[in-house]
Nanobody, 111 residues
């Protein structure tokens, strides 16, 4: 089972950008679908974006055109670039691969 270690995130004003990274150790995630989820206070965890081994991507409608998911298979790392951030993007973001979850990273968008 892979261990997923997240980095990045933080606080930014509306319209700003942040990036997240998710690095796997222990077991490669090379052959798997990797996804980013988020959970805002009082809400259910929701899928934000996912990427296949071959690079096919899928995004939630709420982030299309603003977020980009990418992976570096050689580094066993998946990234989430978040642009034009909105207050409603505020949440704890989690990466997920196979049966593993990252530790969660807070993203706060506020003026």
């Amino acid at each position: 089972q892979a261990q997923l270690v997240q980095s990045g995130g933080g606080a930014v004003q509306p319209g700003g950008s942040l990036s997240l990274s998710c690095a796997a150790s222990g077991t490669s995630i090379y052959f798997g679908l990797v996804a980013w989820y988020r959970q805002a206070p009082g809400k259910q965890r929701e899928l934000v974006a996912q990427i296949s081994t071959g690079g096919n991507t899928n995004y939630a409608d709420s982030v299309k055109g603003r977020f980009t998911i990418a992976r570096d298979n050689a580094k066993d790392t998946v990234y989430l670039q978040m642009n034009s951030l909105k207050p409603e993007d505020t949440a704890v973001y989690y990466c997920h691969a196979d049966t593993s979850w990252g530790q969660g990273t807070q993203v706060t968008v506020s003026s």
